[in-house]
C-alpha cells in the first residue's frame, strides 16, 4: 500500500503554491534561489568583463558600483544564506528525525512567499537604477551620499531577513519536538545539528540587521539622525550593528554546509564520523563564538585598540571548532573504503578549499597583517573561497547526493563528475589569484587598476568564464534527468539516516508509520560501530 | 543498510497537550528573536548615551518620570488581568474570564493614552525625531514599543470576541495563552525601557 510521491500527487499550479508540505516547498525554494544564483552570476560576469583590462572602458564607475553591488547582495541575502537550509534543510530536517513535516508547515509556506516579496522587492530596485552602497550599507553613504534605491532595497532586504526567522524558528522546534522515538539528541546526524546551530544564529541574528537596515531607511526616508555624523550621529554604531549580524551571517552560509560534508564523508567512506561529539558540538561553539567576532571587520575603522586585540583573539578563537571538523572529516577518510562518486567529489573540493578560505581567514584577523590586505582582493579572494568555495560546493555536493532521493531519477555520473571538476579548476582559477592581487595591493571596489597587475586579473576573468560554464552543466543535466534519468530505489548510496529508508522520491506523509529508532547514526558495519560506538 | 526502521505502528497525529507545547515553545523562540530587535535599540541608545559628555544632550529636555511611571503601572496591571483571566478559564468560568480580558484591553488602551500624552509633552519641550541621535533613539524606541503595544491590542480586542462568543474553555485556550506570552513580552520590554529611558 505504497501512497503516491510527493511530486506526483496532486497535480497542479495551485497545488504547488499553497502546498504546506515541506517537500514541496524546498523545491520551490530551489527554483527561487537557483534563479538569484544565476542572477547573480550575471552581474559576476559583467565585473569580470570590466576588470579584463586595466583602464575602466567596459562601464562607468557609477555602473561598476551597482554591479558589484547587486552582486553582493543577490548572491548573499537571497542566495547563500537562505541556499542549503531552505532546500536540503527543508526536504531533510522532517525526514531525517522521522517527522511527517515541519513543526509548523503554514509558517513554512509563509517563509517562502516572505521571501519571495522581499527578493521581488529588491528586484525591483534593481531595475530602477541599482544600489551603488556594497552589500554592506555603510553609513553615511547610504544614508546621505548615495543616489541608489537604498531605501527600496533595504526595504527588500529587511523583509527577506523574516523569512529567515521563520525557517530558524521552525527548525529549532521541529528538533526539539519531532524527533522520532528513540532518537536522541547523540542520535542525530550531524547535518541536523548543523541545522539548529545556524538556526539559532538566524533567530538571534537576523532581527539586528533588520533593525539596523530600518534605521538606514528611516534616516534616509525620515531624517533621523543616528548615524549621519552631519546629525551628530555615529558612523560606526552602524558598523558594529551590521557585521553583529553579518559576521554570524558567514556562519549561517557555512555551518549548514559543514552539516553536508559530514553526511557525504560518513556516506562515502562508509565509516562513522570520527569524534561524533566533538564535530556535533564544535557547531554549537561556532554559533555561539561567531556571535563575538564582529570586530574583525572594524580593525581599521577607529575601534579602540583594546577592543582590537580581543575581537583579534576571538576571531583566532573561532577557528578551533571549524578545524576540529576539518580534522575530524579527514580522520573518518582514513582506512575508509572511500568511493570517488560526485557528491564526494564535492566533498573534498569543499575540505580543501574551506581550509583555504579559514587558514586566509586567520590571516585577516591578525591585526598587523589586515592593516596591510584590508579592503583588498586578499579579502575578496578570503571570502570567496568560503562561500563559493565553501557553501556552494556543499549545497552542489548536497544536491547531488539526495538527488535521487527529491527527484527519484539518478542523475548522468559522467557529466557531473565532468562538472565538479571544471567548477574547481574554474574557481581556482578565478580567486587564487585575487589573493595575489590582494597581497600586491589591487584594492576592491575599483573599475581601473594599474597595468602591471592585468595578467592575474585575465586570469581571474578566464576562471570566472570556465566556472560559469561548470554551474550550467548541472542545472542543464539535473533538469533532464528528471525527465529522463533512471529510476532509483529507496537507497541508491547504501547509506544510512531516515531519509534513506522512504521511498524515492517519498510520500507525501514522509513514512508510512513513524520510524523507531534504535541505533546511533552512521552505522555503516557491524563492526565499525563496535568499535567507534 | 540501516535497520533503523522497525514495523511499529505509532500514530501521526499528536495529542493536543504535545501540540500546544510546540506552539508554545515556537511562541518563545519567537519572543527571543524578537527581544533581540529590541536589544539592537537598546545598544543604540547605549551608544550614544555613552558618547555623550552631558546627559540629556545639550538642548534637549529633561523627560517626565511621573507620568511613564503611571503607565508602567497600567501596563503591569494589563498583564495581571491577562493572568487572571487564564486562571479562571481553566476552571471553567468562561463569563469572568472574558471580563478580565476585558479589562486587560481596556488597560492597555489606557497605556497607549498615556504614552501618547509623554509624547505630547516631550515633543512640545522641544524633542524632535529628526534633531539628533538622541530625539531619534528617543522615539524610535517609544514608537517600536507603542507599535507592539497596538498589534497586542487588536489581538486582545478578537480574543475578547471569541471570548464572548464562548470560543474558548478549559479545553481550548492556546490563543489566549500565546498572546498573553506576547503581551508580557511587551511589558518586560516596556519595563525595561522605563528604567534606562526615563529613570538611569
Ligand atoms: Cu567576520
Known amino acids: ?533 | 543498510m540501516t535497520d533503523a526502521v522497525m514495523g511499529e505502528l505509532v500514530p501521526y497525529r499528536s495529542p493536543r497537550a504535545h501540540a500546544d507545547r510546540t506552539s508554545r515553545l515556537g511562541m518563545v523562540i519567537f519572543l527571543a528573536s524578537w527581544a533581540m530587535l529590541f536589544a539592537a535599540l537598546f545598544f543604540v541608545y547605549g551608544m550614544i548615551r555613552a558618547r555623550a559628555d552631558v546627559w540629556p544632550p545639550a538642548g534637549a529636555p529633561r523627560l517626565p518620570i511621573a507620568l511613564p511611571a503611571l503607565a508602567t503601572v497600567v501596563l503591569a496591571s494589563s498583564s495581571a488581568a491577562l493572568v487572571r483571566s487564564l486562571a479562571l478559564l481553566e476552571r471553567g468560568r468562561v463569563r469572568s474570564a472574558s471580563l478580565a480580558l476585558g479589562a486587560a484591553l481596556v488597560l492597555g488602551t489606557v497605556f497607549l493614552v498615556v504614552q501618547t500624552t509623554v509624547w505630547r509633552s516631550v515633543h512640545a519641550a522641544g524633542l524632535e525625531p529628526a534633531t539628533g541621535p538622541y530625539g531619534s533613539a528617543f522615539y524610535s524606541l517609544t514608537g517600536l514599543h507603542a507599535a507592539h503595544v497596538v498589534v497586542g491590542l487588536v489581538a486582545l480586542a478578537a480574543l475578547v470576541i471569541g471570548a464572548l462568543r464562548g470560543s474558548y474553555g478549559p479545553a481550548r485556550l492556546l490563543p489566549i495563552r500565546l498572546w498573553a506570552m506576547y503581551w508580557h513580552f511587551v511589558g518586560v520590554v516596556w519595563l525595561l525601557l522605563y528604567v534606562t529611558v526615563y529613570l538611569v
Open chain 1, 1 to 533: 500500500m505504497s501512497a503516491e510521491s510527493y511530486l506526483a500527487s496532486p497535480r497542479g499550479v495551485r497545488s504547488w503554491l499553497l502546498t504546506t508540505d515541506h517537500k514541496r516547498i524546498a523545491i520551490l525554494y530551489l527554483v527561487s534561489v537557483t534563479l538569484f544564483f544565476f542572477l547573480g552570476s550575471a552581474f559576476a560576469v559583467a565585473i569580470r568583463l570590466e576588470l579584463l583590462t586595466p583602464a575602466g572602458d567596459a562601464v562607468q564607475a557609477d555602473t561598476y558600483g551597482r554591479l558589484f553591488t547587486m552582486h553582493g547582495v543577490v548572491m548573499i541575502f537571497f542566495f547563500l544564506i537562505p541556499a542549503i537550509p531552505t532546500v536540503l534543510g527543508n526536504f531533510l530536517v522532517p525526514m531525517m528525525i522521522g517527522a511527517r513535516d515541519l513543526a509548523f508547515p503554514r509558517l513554512n509556506l509563509l517563509s517562502w512567499y516572505v521571501y519571495v516579496l522581499g527578493a521581488s522587492i529588491s528586484l525591483w530596485a534593481i531595475v530602477h537604477g541599482g544600489v551603488d552602497t556594497g552589500w554592506t550599507f555603510y553609513t553615511p553613504f547610504s544614508t546621505t551620499y548615495s543616489n541608489g534605491a537604498v531605501v527600496t532595497t533595504g526595504i527588500g532586504v529587511f523583509i527577506t531577513g523574516f523569512s529567515s526567522i521563520l525557517t530558524g524558528l521552525n527548525f529549532i522546534v521541529t528538533i526539539h519536538r519531532m524527533r522520532a522515538p528513540g532518537l536522541g539528541w547523540y542520535r542525530l546526524p550531524l547535518f541536523i545539528w548543523a541545522h539548529y546551530a545556524t538556526s539559532l544564529m538566524m533567530v538571534l541574528g537576523t532581527p539586528v540587521i533588520a533593525m539596523t537596515l530600518l534605521l538606514v531607511v528611516a534616516e534616509r526616508a525620515l531624517g533621523l539622525g543616528i548615524f549621519d555624523p552631519a546629525r551628530g550621529g555615529d558612523p560606526i554604531l552602524f558598523q558594529h550593528l551590521f557585521w553583529f549580524y553579518s559576521h554570524p551571517a558567514v556562519y549561517i552560509m557555512v555551518l549548514p554546509a559543514m552539516g553536508v560534508i559530514s553526511e557525504l564523508v560518513t556516506a562515502f567512506a562508509k565509516k562513522n564520523i570520527f569524534g561524533y561529539r566533538f564535530v556535533a558540538w564544535a557547531s554549537i561553539a561556532i554559533a555561539v563564538l561567531g556571535f563575538f567576532v564582529w570586530g574583525h571587520h572594524m580593525f581599521v575603522s577607529g575601534q579602540s585598540a583594546y577592543a582590537g586585540m580581543v575581537f583579534s583573539a576571538l576571531s583566532f578563537l573561532v577557528a578551533v571548532p571549524s578545524a576540529i571538523k576539518v580534522f575530524n572529516w579527514t580522520a573518518t577518510l582514513y582506512r575508509g573504503s572511500v568511493s570517488f562518486r560526485t557528491p564526494m567529489l564535492y566533498a573534498f573540493g569543499f575540505i580543501g578549499l574551506f581550509t583555504i578560505g579559514g587558514l586566509t581567514g586567520l590571516f585577516l584577523s591578525a591585526l598587523g597583517l589586515d592593516v596591510h590586505v584590508h579592503d583588498t582582493y586578499f579579502v575578496v579572494a578570503h571570502f570567496h573561497y568560503i562561500m563559493v568555495g565553501g557553501t556552494i560546493m556543499a549545497f552542489l555536493g548536497g544536491l547531488h547526493y539526495w538527488w535521487p532521493k527529491i527527484s527519484g531519477s539518478s542523475y548522468p555520473e559522467g557529466w557531473a563528475r565532468f562538472s565538479a571538476l571544471v567548477i574547481f579548476v574554474g574557481f581556482n582559477l578565478t580567486f587564487f589569484p585575487q589573493f595575489l592581487l590582494g597581497y600586491l595591493g589591487m584594492p576592491r571596489r575599483y573599475h581601473a587598476y594599474p597595468p602591471e597587475l592585468q595578467v592575474l586579473n585575465v586570469m581571474s576573468s578566464a576562471g570566472a568564464s570556465i566556472l560559469g560554464v561548470g554551474y550550467l552543466i548541472p542545472m542543464v543535466y539535473l533538469f533532464w534527468s528528471m525527465r529522463y534519468g533512471a529510476r532509483v530505489a529507496a537507497n541508491p548510496w547504501g547509506a544510512s539516516g531516515l531519509e534513506w529508508t522512504t521511498p524515492s522520491p517519498p510520500p507525501t506523509c514522509n513514512f508510512e508509520t513513524t520510524p523507531v529508532v534504535t541505533q546511533d547514526p552512521y552505522t555503516y558495519s557491524s563492526e565499525e560501530a563496535q568499535v567507534v560506538g
